[in-house]
């Protein structure tokens, strides 16, 4: 299916996202505020990682409510091996791979047995089982830090260029982000992509048409988990400490807010929807109204106000913000971008 | 290591049982009839202890004042949320639920902050419950043997109400088939609000009495709710059978894990080290018992029989 | 008459041009302070305790510390090294504090200090005093006002060796503290420890471990519970019939922030520690009345060790003149701790903790009828900390 540009809202609105995330540090730099940096490689992480839930959850209405957990892997193997004094990203990356694909196909074969009889909240529950067992697993390692969490003392080097740098680390993140985008394009327009989508809408029809769907999920599963794995290690980067909190199953649980929020079933939806949220976090904690009492209530209790605000986007703005915009006409072809 | 330890150890494993079967008991039934994933009757035990622990702190430090606010009080919360919030939600996809009531989560987390503050709440058991029972030769103390007779009684209440009672009747046919139950005539909407108000009664219930024992404070919902959604799902949604053995089950495993895996585990490890695993392990088992269920039985241990 | 009015606005002009020049040099640009401590959960009342006592010498003083205008950004840590870490991240990028203050826990001060230290922020440490800090990873940057981990521990150990207890079991949460705090009363404690139990520092029902103490029934049970925790821990204590049974020796679980809570299941309780609001000298005394009438309620240690936080800072900003950017002369100045400390005796060891006398504590009832502490003992005096020989400062 080739995909001219078209200019629609969704379009423009994507075009000035990506663009705008692209001239942050140039941004922040010509403020000198470096805390922007920080802010915004923190929103390109989630946007990372909600990209990668998306594949399954948007696409493949595979509601997994623990890849909070591949987070985690990713952030513990730079942790534990910087710990241990290798400091050489490609090490690092290595090894934060082949764990995190060894624990998606194991856990995603056992999870997706259950998707089988329909009645998704199977699927949940037993998302959330494996990331709570991987959460206290964790807790349990006293030698890295245990539930007090792992100072890493050296971000990666990875040979060419350090993560020491803030910008550097943004510019990688930027672009791992750009590729991911792409690669997940490629695969929902391919075939791929169509089968997990018929899986979707009526998984008996599809296996009657020959299709072996469960090797189709579980290959969606374990690279959701990679696209994951990999949000991690840059998480872990950017704050230089790895705990058990990373895999929390709020976490999980806010992956979902920012897909659901940016748009379900879109691609750049996730991005949106982190940005929003991460930004929304940001603002309200520091917003000034100039009413002590108001401003109190806001800066101190913002959580509950994002609670109040997911509900609201569940009721009413079902489409999301991405999702609410007009796609524009149909195409020929059928569906728009 | 005396079997009188261990004895004790094993009430209190029921002790704790009882407490999530109190909630589970609530959860399970909104799920079987409503088809509704409800993330915030973890925030209605949280209420539930606010309540009470006001209750408690105005009235002069009356244990009843404490169980006349809560119970009451948290039923109508949980109705008023109901109507207002997540009636709309029933007809609505899961992932849609848990969105919401995880929304709410935050919310009410926020709500309790604000008015009671960040720091802790506290009350004390009542007076008359206050001493101890002499239990294997070991000193138990009375008040926990106190929730254990409350959540058996509540229990054979429940059991009563749903296997001998109209209203019960018509709950359980709500379990099973609801579309039909509707085409009966009977007001389903009025059904479903008071299950919901039920279910808020006995969260409400659970967390008075263990008011007294833990820290009232924000956030204290989660841990429980994750606990109450491993026992409904290893249980049986819709279970009320599923939610008590489930509760049970779960309530033991996790006690006498955290007691005796860390004696275990120091045979071989460093103490400190032994100290951390233990617990976590023992938290492990639990989803490691919903996981083999759910591959195996996805239906859960004792299902609602249907037809 | 023309040169009488050039006289006149000669003079005037000049006494403008002296009162603004006068007024820029008395205005420095107002000193950020981030103050971070465990604000929620169980925990708060200690991080409250801090803030409110650090906020009563600033707000004494009109908002200033050192005659210089403070701005004090407070943080609530949440008892979370993450959330910490990233609220220390955001106070010094986009706050630009040249202080950070509070930490109340153990396991927040490990994820935090090297994050600020190595940035060249000062670390008034007011609470949390973990052994790594104190020995090997010591930071020029950093000043402890409150105690070493272990020392509070030690005197108990101290006590309980004069009372000839044989057998005792240790116990406390799993964490850096809980494991300093058991150590350092095994130091002092010269007889035997039968069992040392630690349990997950976010469980509040000791029910599974207490029947554990029952079985074994030592001569004394030594324990370190902070916080809620101690609440929780002394009222199922007493709610186990223990209470009176075994002889409870505790550090930091039975003071000014967990009394209200725990009142009449506390009495009897022996603690070790630096401070306790009878002590009788000038700036003590006017610490707890100001204290008492504000806040209408005792406070406890960790209002003492922030009060003196707040002092030692007030002392040094005036000795720099709030010239925050000479960070050697900071340090000079805050070195000298030049300022009358609500515990007596205070000066600072080579690691930058204190060293100060340890009393021991039993709770009883003050002259009010309120439950509080009663100082029964000095087993230590001067007494630095053990780690001081290993931080190459």
């Known amino acids: 299916?080739?995909?001219?540009?078209?200019?629609?809202?969704?379009?423009?609105?994507?075009?000035?996202?990506?663009?705008?995330?692209?001239l942050v540090p140039l941004i922040s730099g010509a403020l000198a505020q470096p805390f922007y940096v920080t802010l915004f490689t923190r929103i390109l992480v989630f946007a990372l990682a909600a990209l990668g839930l998306n594949l399954i959850l948007g696409y493949g209405a595979l509601v997994s409510f623990g890849h909070a957990m591949y987070m985690g892997i990713g952030a513990?193997?730079?942790?534990?091996?910087?710990?241990?004094?290798?400091?050489?990203?490609?090490?690092?990356?290595?090894?934060?791979?082949?764990?995190?694909?060894?624990?998606?196909?194991?856990?995603?074969?056992?999870?997706?047995?259950?998707?089988?009889?329909?009645?998704?909240?199977?699927?949940?529950?037993?998302t959330l089982a494996f990331a709570q067992m991987m959460f206290f697993l964790a807790v349990s390692l006293r030698a890295y830090g245990g539930d007090d969490g792992l100072p890493i003392s050296v971000r990666s080097d990875f040979g060419l260029f350090s993560l020491q740098d803030p910008n550097t680390l943004y510019y990688l993140s930027y672009a791992l982000l750009l590729a991911v985008l792409l690669g997940m394009r490629r695969l929902i327009d391919a075939r791929f992509g169509m089968v997990l989508r018929g899986c979707k809408s009526n998984e008996r029809r599809m296996a009657a048409l020959g299709f072996p769907t469960l090797r189709y999920k579980l290959a969606a599963y374990v690279i959701s988990a990679l696209v994951c794995v990999l949000a991690g290690m840059l998480?872990?980067?950017?704050?230089?400490?790895?705990?058990?909190s990373y895999m929390a199953w709020t976490v999980s649980g806010e992956l979902i807010v920012m897909i659901v929020l940016g748009g379900l079933g879109t691609l750049i939806g996730p991005v949106a929807g982190a940005t929003a949220l991460l930004l929304l976090e940001e603002v309200l904690s520091s917003l000034k109204f100039g009413l002590p009492w108001l401003d109190k209530l806001i800066n101190q209790h913002w959580l509950g106000l994002i609670g109040l605000f997911i509900v609201f986007v569940v009721l009413v703005m079902k489409r999301g913000v991405y999702g609410g915009l007009p796609a524009g006409p149909p195409t020929a072809k059928g569906r728009p971008k | 290591m005396t079997t009188g330890l261990f004895l004790t150890q094993l009430l209190n494993g029921v002790q704790l049982g009882v407490l999530l079967f109190l909630l589970a008991s609530g959860l399970t039934l909104v799920f079987g009839i409503m088809n509704f994933v409800n993330l915030t009757h973890g925030s209605l035990y949280m209420m539930g202890a606010y309540f009470a622990a006001a209750g408690y702190n105005a009235f002069d430090s009356s244990f009843l004042a404490a169980a006349l606010v809560a119970i009451p009080g948290t039923m109508l919360l949980g109705f008023v949320?109901?109507?207002?919030?997540?009636?709309?939600?029933?007809?609505?996809?899961?992932?849609?639920?848990?969105?919401?009531?995880?929304?709410?989560?935050?919310?009410?987390?926020?709500?309790?902050?604000?008015?009671?503050?960040?720091?802790?709440?506290?009350?004390?058991?009542?007076?008359?419950?206050?001493?101890?029972?002499?239990?294997?030769?070991?000193?138990?103390?009375?008040?926990?043997?106190?929730?254990?007779?409350?959540?058996?009684?509540?229990?054979?209440?429940?059991?009563?109400?749903?296997?001998?009672?109209?209203?019960?009747?018509?709950?359980?046919?709500?379990?099973?088939?609801?579309?039909?139950?509707?085409?009966?005539?009977?007001?389903?909407k009025g059904l479903n609000s008071l299950v919901f108000a039920l279910g808020a009664g006995l969260a409400g219930l659970a967390g008075l009495m263990a008011g007294p024992i833990v820290s009232v404070q924000s956030g204290m919902g989660e841990p429980i709710l994750i606990l109450t959604l491993v026992v409904i799902v290893t249980g049986g949604i819709g279970s009320i059978r599923g939610a008590f053995y489930g509760a049970l089950i779960v309530g033991i495993v996790d006690t006498i894990g955290r007691a005796f895996l860390p004696m275990l585990l120091r045979e071989f490890l460093e103490r400190s080290v032994a100290q951390a695993m233990g617990p976590a392990i023992a938290s492990m088992l639990i989803y490691l018992l919903m996981a083999a269920v759910l591959a195996l039985r996805p239906q859960g241990l004792f299902p609602v029989r249907h037809g | 008459m023309l040169r009488n009015f050039i006289r006149t606005a000669a003079a005037a002009a000049a006494a403008l041009a002296t009162t603004a020049l006068l007024a820029q040099a008395q205005a420095p640009a107002?000193?950020?302070?981030?103050?971070?401590?465990?604000?929620?959960?169980?925990?708060?009342?200690?991080?409250?305790?801090?803030?409110d006592a650090f906020m009563l010498v600033v707000e004494r003083n009109g908002g200033r510390l050192g005659g210089v205008p403070v701005q004090v950004i407070r943080e609530d840590s949440q008892l979370k090294p993450d959330v910490a870490t990233q609220i220390v991240q955001k106070l010094i990028e986009k706050d630009n504090v040249s202080?950070?203050?509070?930490?109340?826990?153990?396991?927040?001060?490990?994820?935090?200090?090297?994050?600020?230290?190595?940035?060249?922020?000062?670390?008034?440490?007011?609470?949390?005093?973990?052994?790594?800090?104190?020995?090997?990873?010591?930071?020029?940057?950093?000043?402890?006002?409150?105690?070493?981990?272990?020392?509070?521990a030690e005197v108990v150990?101290?006590?309980?060796?004069?009372?000839?207890?044989?057998?005792?079991?240790?116990?406390?949460?799993?964490?850096?503290?809980?494991?300093?705090?058991?150590?350092?009363?095994?130091?002092?404690?010269?007889?035997?420890?039968?069992?040392?139990?630690?349990?997950?520092?976010?469980?509040?029902?000791?029910?599974?471990?207490?029947?554990?103490?029952?079985?074994?029934?030592?001569?004394?049970?030594?324990?370190?519970?902070?916080?809620?925790?101690?609440?929780?821990?002394?009222?199922?204590?007493?709610?186990?019939?223990?209470?009176?049974?075994?002889?409870?020796?505790?550090?930091s679980t039975t003071d000014g922030s967990t009394l209200p809570a725990q009142q009449a299941a506390a009495l009897g309780v022996i603690s070790g520690t630096f401070w306790g609001p009878d002590f009788n000298n000038p700036a003590n005394r006017q610490f707890v009345d100001e204290f008492e009438k504000k806040f209408n309620r005792i406070p406890s240690q960790y209002a003492a060790q922030s009060y003196d936080a707040a002092q030692l800072l007030d002392s040094a900003i005036a000795k720099v003149r709030g010239n925050m950017a000479d960070k050697n002369a900071f340090r000079a100045a805050l070195k000298a701790a030049d300022f009358k400390s609500v515990r007596g005796n205070f000066r600072f060891n080579t690691n930058h903790f204190p060293i100060q006398d340890q009393h021991i504590f039993e709770v009883a009832r003050d002259a009010k009828g309120r439950v509080s502490l009663k100082t029964i003992a000095t087993p230590l005096k001067d007494h630095g900390d053990a780690y001081a020989s290993l931080c190459k400062m």
């Open chain 2, 81 to 188: 949320v109901e109507r207002l919030a997540l009636a709309t939600l029933y007809t609505r996809d899961h992932l849609d639920q848990v969105l919401a009531t995880f929304g709410l989560i935050l919310f009410f987390n926020e709500v309790v902050r604000a008015i009671w503050g960040p720091a802790s709440v506290y009350m004390n058991v009542p007076q008359a419950l206050s001493g101890t029972v002499s239990l294997f030769g070991l000193p138990y103390p009375a008040y926990r043997f106190a929730i254990i007779t409350v959540g058996l009684l509540v229990g054979l209440a429940l059991y009563l109400v749903i296997h001998r009672t109209r209203v019960g009747m018509l709950i359980r046919a709500g379990a099973s088939n609801p579309q039909m139950v509707s085409a009966l005539g009977v007001d389903i």
């Open chain 1, 1 to 22: 299916m080739a995909s001219g540009f078209t200019l629609t809202p969704r379009s423009v609105f994507a075009v000035l996202l990506l663009v705008g995330l692209g």
């Open chain 1, 76 to 126: 513990y193997a730079v942790g534990i091996l910087a710990h241990h004094g290798v400091t050489n990203g490609w090490a690092q990356l290595g090894a934060a791979m082949v764990v995190g694909a060894a624990v998606a196909l194991a856990v995603g074969l056992i999870c997706l047995r259950t998707t089988r009889e329909g009645g998704g909240m199977a699927f949940i529950m037993i």
């Open chain 3, 99 to 152: 202080i950070i203050t509070g930490i109340t826990f153990s396991n927040v001060m490990m994820a935090v200090h090297k994050p600020i230290t190595e940035k060249g922020v000062f670390l008034i440490g007011s609470n949390a005093g973990p052994a790594p800090i104190a020995g090997a990873q010591c930071s020029p940057f950093q000043f402890i006002t409150s105690w070493q981990n272990d020392n509070q």
């Open chain 3, 30 to 51: 107002p000193i950020k302070i981030g103050f971070m401590a465990e604000l929620s959960g169980p925990q708060g009342a200690l991080g409250q305790d801090q803030y």
């Open chain 1, 235 to 244: 998480l872990a980067n950017l704050t230089r400490f790895v705990s058990p």
């Open chain 3, 157 to 251: 150990g101290r006590y309980a060796t004069d009372k000839g207890y044989k057998r005792v079991i240790g116990m406390a949460p799993n964490y850096q503290a809980g494991k300093d705090f058991v150590a350092g009363f095994k130091r002092m404690y010269k007889g035997e420890v039968i069992d040392e139990i630690y349990t997950p520092l976010n469980q509040p029902d000791f029910s599974a471990e207490l029947a554990q103490v029952a079985a074994k029934n030592p001569d004394a049970i030594y324990v370190f519970y902070p916080g809620g925790l101690g609440v929780n821990f002394i009222r199922q204590y007493q709610q186990a019939g223990l209470l009176g049974k075994i002889p409870l020796l505790s550090s």
